[in-house]
């Protein structure tokens, strides 16, 4: 059933006959179909990748982080609610909601890489019929899905007359998505027209309990890339005091925590730097020669890694131990706790360095195989023969791990999960320095 045109109410009692296409199956786009499909929406997933299509269409998550989805998977692929496609071009003809929830990602000169999104859209418009939405869910750049709609047009309807288009981002995180899209926070719906928001209040509403906040399409844009690069930038704050307490003898832990009790101040934890392909990617959105502070906040957060590397020199040292073919177990690949991801994580860039200054690098995560490290560094799970070991990310498998082996290990603990207390010989970020 077309849509455009019809009111929140008339969405809401004609569920079953609206289709709606999601564009990309990922971490994001599986939750996000499978909750429109659990609403009762005839859901088509459109996914480049063959394997994770089969996977779908015979009822297994390919998000296996997601807690949940297993089930829900299960659940609207055997119901019918829920069948994955190769063909964009196809689903778009059978669709009258269009979701895109694909990689926008940055060149090789940090510029946004909107290609996919733009090859996406060609695609649509071949099966665009009048009364269809589409809607970008990734993160976009401020003003870049209305400079996408002439690709739309191609065939001749005109948006905003025939058809209508959306920003409505997705504010969530890998691991919490179906939580999040469900009502966790309200919808930014952003839409060209006022006919187009209230098709999108009629959609979401379904979908998220918490309701939708309506906006235009740039602001709506805006407030996404905004909430990332005010992690960001946040991150690069706490990062910057907390070198400041390692050499001035303050713990940044207790001065954090007990700043964040006056209810104007939000410090964040700092740490190694920041990973993902969201809040390292979103500033370089808007980046220009105004945005200084966006600018420098990425720079400390990306030195953060030599700030590592420093610490484990200064530990070494401290035991009389070359750096050169000295033994360093770094735990954790992924970026972050319980999510199985690599992309900009600051483990990889160093296990770089360490390798260039001739040290012999391992490495253990429980999120991944023998093979999968062994693509980065040595696999090993036990302080045998070790150095230094250098915690990159929070994972309670670290925690519980046999530290009275480690006496006479450096630990450089990035992520504060440990006691100083109870470490000999011990170096964290914002830990006062010893000496
Ligand atoms: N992961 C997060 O925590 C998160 C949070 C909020 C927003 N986002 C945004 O959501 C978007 C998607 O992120 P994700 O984490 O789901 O990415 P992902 O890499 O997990 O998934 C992307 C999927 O799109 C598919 N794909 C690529 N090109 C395609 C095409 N032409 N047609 C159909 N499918 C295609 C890929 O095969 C993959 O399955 C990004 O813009 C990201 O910034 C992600």
Known sequence: MKCY????????????????????????????????????????????????????????????????????????????????????????????????????????????DLNIVKNLMEDISKGLEKGDIVITECTMPPGATESLIPILEKNGLKCGRDFGVAHCPERTSTGTAIRDISGQYPKIVGGVDEKTNEVLEGIYNI??????????????????????????????????????????????????????TQPYCHLHNPGPGVGGHCIPVYPYFIMNKKTELTKISRKINDSMVVHVANLIIKGLNEIRKEFKNSKILILGLSFRSGVKEVRNSPTIPLIKKLKKLKADVF????????????????????????????????????????????????????????????????????YPRRG
């Open 363 to 430: 490495l253990y995560d429980p999120l991944f195989t023998k093979k999968e490290i062994e693509e980065y560094a040595k696999y090993k799970e036990d302080f045998e023969n070790i150095d230094c070991i250098v915690i990159m990310t929070e994972n309670k498998k670290f925690k519980n791990l046999n530290w009275k082996k480690s006496d006479n290990i450096v630990i450089v603990d990035t992520k504060r999960v440990l006691d100083p207390e109870k470490i000999k010989i011990y170096y964290g970020i914002g």
């Open 5 to 112: 045109g019809l009111s929140a109410d008339e969405i809401r009692k004609n569920i079953e006959k609206i289709t709606v296409a999601v564009y990309g199956l990922g971490k994001m786009g599986l939750p996000l179909a499978c909750v429109f499909a659990d609403r009762g929406f005839n859901v088509i997933g459109v996914d480049i990748n063959k394997n994770i299509v089969e996977k779908i269409n015979s009822g297994e998550n390919t998000v296996k982080e997601e807690e949940g989805l297993d089930e829900l998977v299960r659940k609207v692929v055997k119901n019918k609610k829920l069948k994955a496609v190769l063909n964009s071009v196809e689903a778009s003809k059978i669709s009258d909601i269009h979701i895109i929830i694909v990689p926008t990602l940055l060149n090789k000169n940090k510029k946004p």
């Open 207 to 260: 979908i998220n309990k918490k309701g939708v906040i309506k906006t235009d399409i740039k602001t709506a844009e805006a407030i996404k890339v905004f909430e990332g690069i005010y992690r960001d930038v946040n991150i690069a704050l706490a990062n910057e005091l907390a070198i400041y307490c390692e050499e001035s003898g303050i713990n940044a832990k207790e001065a954090f925590e007990k700043a964040n």
